[in-house]
């Protein structure tokens, strides 16, 4: 079981786990700091998604120690919404309190969504439905948020404009954040650090020490991009 | 709808489609009332010329008239009243049933295995074979009645919510629990009603089957009822009587199908399909 935390960071030692013979998360160590932003790269099946299911709860730990804040939230790759609940009612869900309609409806509006309050998630776009599944994380105030390869699934525009909008939420909640990436300019727009996982393992973390917002035709930002590609064993031609 | 597009030729189709659509649904259904109209007038014409005896079918003209004396004397409302009663509480009875065992047998495997084969076997089990057996156990009074429409309508809506429940997608399952939801939580915002169109579907058989099971213990052994009064109309070769009896099960089938559409229609208002034919 995770342990609730006295400071709100993430710490992560020695974590272990095997599906059968296949060993998925090896003696893995992990520290967020509070308020910091961490990207996590890696292959498919590099351990990324049993780590977040992990810090999230949904698997459980059997070796090595995990510490995560008491207000843990996800965001999907896919929004997850309930189509039978309109955006709002879904930003509710399991939500107590006299002010919670209050709550979800400024957490929608924070996401620009003020005008799909009524809406049916099966008539939002995919781009409005993962910022409904974002409200849903942020109007739990998590001291950690989790993105799982949220904006994969999202044209190449409205990923832009998602990673600008992420940027301007995490500078205003300042909660953990750790995103689960495939797209190494996302981890460079966004993450303090990019840790890069391989079989299971940390095997690089590069601190991202850019001015924010950040520019892709700025120098640091090809300079880290080169050594995170590097990292994950891609070798631009000189 | 099919036959009527399919049979449109298509260089006419061209020409001003709204106004031609409307006008060609209103010719369309017109065409289709004039087959059963044509078979009353003829009906009736065979009435009045002798060529069928009122103890072989009663006309159309004289159906209307018994169903107006029936009406008036009182005896028509009272048996329908009893039959709605009986099979009113016979489906309350078979919803709770139905839906308190599809939830056990649907959210653990437990519940599964010792629900779900007994409920199999029960459904291949024609439930109208059970009229003597249940007259034996609960005499001639409203309860074997009322079982029987329970028992058979229970059925279909136990299939079609166990299905339900077991096909959410447990990606929403697993979103419900890093929201931190109850298990009560789960089980009223998520589980129930992602199962809900397969309740409806359900209800939409158990609706049908209770009209089913209610004619014939009615007709078997009752005092009273729409179906006593088509027996009792036997003894007497009114089949005046007995048709109006029939015309009655008709609309109460006619219309109960309607109220679970509208049913469906308002509760399943979020699918787009629904949306559209609303």
């Known amino acids: ?238 | 709808m099919l036959d009527r597009v399919s049979s449109l030729p298509p260089a006419r189709a061209r020409a001003a489609p709204a106004v031609r659509d409307a006008r060609r649904a209103r010719v369309g259904a017109l065409r289709r009332m004039v087959s059963p109209l044509l078979i009353l007038v003829l009906w009736q014409a065979a009435s009045w010329s002798g060529l069928v005896s009122p103890q072989t079918l009663a006309s159309p003209l004289a159906i209307l008239a018994t169903a107006t004396d029936l009406t008036r004397s009182g005896v028509l409302p009272h048996n329908l009243l009893v039959s709605l009663v009986r099979a009113g509480s016979g489906l309350a009875i078979a919803i709770a049933g139905g839906v308190v065992l599809a939830l056990i047998a649907g959210l653990s495997r437990l519940g599964e295995d010792a629900i779900d084969a007994p409920m199999q076997m029960l459904r291949t089990l024609p439930a109208l074979a059970l009229v003597p057996l249940f007259i034996l156990w609960f005499g001639i009074g409203e309860t074997p009645k009322v079982a029987l429409v329970a028992l058979g309508a229970m059925i279909p809506i136990y299939l079609n919510l166990f299905k339900g429940i077991r096909a959410i997608d447990p990606k929403l399952l697993e979103m419900g629990r890093t929201l931190g939801l109850s298990q009560g939580q789960m089980i009223r915002q998520i589980v129930l009603p992602g199962a809900l169109p397969d309740l409806l579907t359900g209800l939409r058989f158990s609706v049908g089957i209770s009209w089913l099971m209610l004619v014939v213990a009615e007709q078997v052994n009752a005092s009273s009822g729409i179906g006593h009064m088509m027996m009792d109309a036997q003894d007497f070769l009114r089949t005046d009587i007995i048709l109006v009896g029939l015309l009655v099960y008709a609309l109460l089938g006619l219309l109960s199908d309607q109220v679970v559409r509208w049913l469906e229609r308002t509760l399943l208002a979020w699918r787009p399909a629904a949306r559209v034919s609303a």
Request: glycine share 8%; net charge neutral; aromatic share 4%.
């Open chain 1, 1 to 238: 079981m995770s342990a609730a935390a006295t400071h709100t960071g993430v710490r992560v030692e020695g974590l272990g786990k095997r599906y059968g013979q296949t060993r998925v998360l090896d003696d893995l160590d992990l520290e967020i700091r509070p308020g910091e932003f961490v990207a996590l790269l890696g292959r498919s099946g590099s351990g990324k998604t049993t780590l977040l299911r992990t810090l999230a709860g949904l698997d459980p730990v059997e070796d090595g120690a995990v510490v995560v804040p008491r207000q843990v939230a996800v965001v999907f790759q896919e929004a997850r919404l309930l189509p039978w609940k309109r955006v709002r009612d879904n930003v509710m869900l399991g939500l107590d309190g006299a002010d919670a309609r209050d709550r979800a409806e400024a957490a929608l509006e924070e996401v620009g969504l003020a005008h799909r309050l009524d809406a049916w998630p099966l008539t939002l776009s995919g781009g409005e439905a993962q910022r409904v599944g974002i409200a849903r994380a942020l109007v739990r105030s998590p001291e950690l948020l989790m993105l799982d390869e949220p904006f994969a699934s999202l044209d190449a525009l409205t990923r832009l404009r998602m990673h600008a909008m992420v940027d301007a939420l995490w500078q205003k909640h300042r909660c953990a954040v750790l995103l689960v990436t495939h797209d190494v300019d996302e981890a460079l727009t966004l993450g303090d650090r990019a840790v890069v996982l391989d079989r299971g393992r940390i095997r690089t973390t590069l601190p991202l020490t850019m001015q924010r917002p950040r520019r892709h035709d700025d120098p640091g930002f090809s300079a880290a991009r080169r050594s995170l590609l590097a990292a994950l064993d891609v070798h631009e031609a000189a």
